[in-house]
């Protein structure tokens, strides 16, 4: 069984520039989860979707940031205009409901 | 969710076992205690979770005090490989509900 796959897994960018992660869940995993850790700092909470719904997105840092899950599937984290605060790693986690979430890999974003 | 106080760090010899305590003494009736690591860069890693009583699974065994206030996790033979932060997580029982980190405690295994 695959498990949760996160694309891309470094992504080195400059300051004003735009980026999109995508994360791909466990199959049959309502719900999906974003997670972030910025250098030093703990892993925080972005969003949480249960199919194609927000169903919390109060760690969402600001409006430049905008995840969608289009069909309840795949879904995607952009960051328009990168700042070089949100540098860091990015982390997709998928659960049934209930159940323990499986983390991917993670992507590195690197804003210069 | 409730919080949860974990030491900072922690020092194992290689094949002891190593014994990580948590305390979560505001956790509520309907809050399961979940642990998870992080090796190195990788995304956090399930490990066990529990309501009240205790549980073993082929990773590790959680110890949970009968009043719920504090936790063990327990790896029975410390490998190198398990060098590692561990999270303790108290996590409500509704739902699909977020899991909320803190900082862990970084286990080193030492050869």
């Known amino acids: 069984e695959a498990g949760v796959t996160q694309f891309p897994s470094h992504s080195v960018i400059e300051k004003g520039q735009t980026v999109t992660l995508r994360c791909d869940p466990i199959?049959?995993?309502?719900?999906l989860y974003w997670y972030r850790r910025v250098m030093g700092k703990e892993i925080k909470f972005l969003l949480h979707f249960v199919k194609e719904s927000k169903q919390d997105e109060s760690g969402m840092p600001n409006n430049r940031f905008l995840a969608e899950r289009t069909g309840g599937t795949y879904s995607t984290l952009k960051v328009q205009p990168a700042e070089l605060e949100d540098s860091g790693v990015y982390f997709c986690?998928?659960?049934?409901?209930?159940?323990?979430?499986?983390f991917g890999e993670g992507s590195r974003l690197t804003v210069l | 969710d409730a919080k949860t106080t974990q030491p900072p760090s922690m020092d194992c010899a290689e094949g002891r076992a190593a014994n990580l305590p948590c305390n979560h003494s505001t956790i509520s009736g309907n809050e399961y205690v979940y642990w998870y690591r992080q090796i190195h860069s990788q995304g956090p890693q399930y490990i066990i979770h529990?309501?009240?009583n205790n549980e073993t699974n082929e990773m590790a065994s959680l110890i949970i005090t009968e009043d719920r206030k504090s936790s063990t996790l327990i790896l029975p033979h410390a490998t190198l490989r398990d060098t590692a932060v561990y999270y303790c997580?108290?996590?409500?029982?509704?739902?699909?509900?977020?899991?909320?980190f803190g900082q862990g405690t970084r286990l080193t295994i030492n050869p």
């Open positions: 529990g309501l009240k």
């Open positions: 997580i108290v996590r409500g029982i509704q739902g699909a509900q977020k899991l909320v």
């Open positions: 199959s049959g995993h309502d719900n």
């Open positions: 986690a998928s659960s049934q409901s209930p159940g323990e979430l499986f």
